[in-house]
């Protein structure tokens, strides 16, 4: 009985030898080879006639795939850019916004603020950050505050409150417009503080 073999064709053995190069258990260790590679196996499919329609189409296939990635890599950019604009944009309005604004936790203990919040305090921000904003309150001020908080953790969208801060240095309380809603982060709340009556920010070295 006459045994007929089969021989792999010369596209056969190429691809079996890509196939090899990418998937073999040293493939990580010879990444560097890869371009070198390829451009090899590209180069032995052009060489034969029968085979040279395959390397262009691959040739072809492989110059879409680097323009995709060239687009790809462009528009990333172009969107690390745009969302860099806007967190720059987005701190300026919350650092010089009229109003001051600050994240509390459950304690009411400021976790962030902004400059306004901090001249109206009459400290630098790095001094409050930690500190309970009860302590800048008189006891109806604390009172108030606490009155504000709970009508938020009830379900109320946003609350309102006048809180009257200790007498400075010249013996002057002020009073303050109080808004808090909920910090969408979650575990504390926004405060904005806005003076009464014109109330001017103590200013901050």
């Keep these: 009985m006459t045994t007929i073999s089969h021989k ?15 998937k073999g258990p040293d493939a990580q260790a010879q990444a560097w080879m890869g371009v070198s590679a390829a451009l090899g196996v590209l180069h032995d499919l052009a060489s034969s006639p029968s085979t040279a329609p395959n390397a262009l189409a691959l040739l ?9 990635v060239d687009l790809q890599d462009e528009e990333l950019r172009r969107s690390r850019v745009e969302l860099e604009t806007s967190l720059n944009r987005q701190v300026q309005l919350y650092d010089y916004a ?13 976790r962030e603020l ?26 109806d001020g604390v009172s108030a505050l606490h009155a504000m908080l709970a009508r938020v953790t009830e379900g109320t969208p946003t609350a309102f409150a006048d809180l009257h801060l200790r007498g400075t240095h010249d013996g002057e ?3 303050m417009h109080a808004s808090a809603c909920l910090d969408p982060e979650g575990g504390g709340f926004l405060i904005g503080l806005m003076g009464v009556g014109g109330t001017k920010p103590t200013p901050v070295a």
Excluded: I, K, Y
Aim: glycine share 8%; proline share 3%; hydrophobic share 35%.
């Design 8 to 22: 792999p064709s010369r596209q056969d053995d190429l691809r079996s030898r890509a196939v090899a190069q990418l």
């Design 60 to 68: 072809h296939e492989l110059q879409v795939r680097q323009v995709e």
């Design 98 to 110: 009229s109003v001051g604004q600050f994240t509390v936790d459950s304690n009411a203990v400021l």
């Design 114 to 139: 902004n400059r306004t919040g901090a001249a109206l305090l009459g400290f630098e921000r790095d001094v409050l950050r930690g500190r309970s904003l009860e302590s800048f309150l008189t006891p």
């Design 173 to 175: 309380t002020g009073c």
